[in-house]
């Protein structure tokens, strides 16, 4: 948030400081418009994929990151932005921010409860799993915007191969 100058943003966006300034009043205002976007694109998006429609857990994990790389085919700079939101600490959006996360994050649970749990080994701790899965799809994903090389194939069809390496661990033996 602190590291975005607002003229950065207009010269990138084509048009002049004071237009920008025009249609969001300050910086805070542009970045929850942003904030606000990118939450309904991923929610439009994963309606559409009938992600709220599985009851698999790893379909779902799938389906979540197809979306987020069909977004980042459309808009490159989306999945940066998506992940340093998750990260962000700036005392002047945190109060906001955090109310915002909180729904989102309110959404992801009434996912998590309808889904199917008896495919996994009874002596997996799901929270304990979920939250390792995240972290490591997001520091996967953030090495890439790092590297400055997201490119959503490759991310795809490295994703696919660490959800088959997780089921291989989490799944109950038939």
């Not at 300050?26 to 929610?43: I, P, R």
């Not at 889904?115 to 979920?130: E, G, K, N, T």
């Amino acid at each position: 948030y602190k590291k975005a100058p607002m003229s950065a943003i207009a010269d990138a966006a084509g048009i002049s400081k004071p237009l920008l300034f025009h249609y969001f009043h300050n910086k805070k205002e542009l970045y929850f418009f942003l904030f606000d976007l990118l939450v309904q694109q991923t929610d439009d998006y994963l309606k559409e994929g009938g992600c709220y429609e599985t009851l698999d857990f790893f379909e779902l994990f799938k389906s979540v990151t197809q979306t987020k790389v069909q977004l980042a085919r459309l808009n490159p700079d989306w999945l940066a932005f998506s992940l340093k939101t998750y990260y962000e600490q700036d005392p002047e959006i945190m109060p906001e921010l955090a109310q915002r996360m909180k729904q989102v994050k309110a959404k992801q649970v009434q996912l998590m409860d309808k889904l199917d749990m008896s495919c996994f080994r009874p002596d997996i701790d799901f929270q304990l799993m979920y939250k390792d899965m995240t972290w490591a799809a997001q520091g996967y994903l953030w090495e890439h915007v790092q590297r400055g090389s997201v490119d959503p194939e490759i991310i795809e069809a490295e994703f696919n191969q660490l959800i088959d390496f997780w089921k291989s661990l989490y799944l109950r033996k038939e």
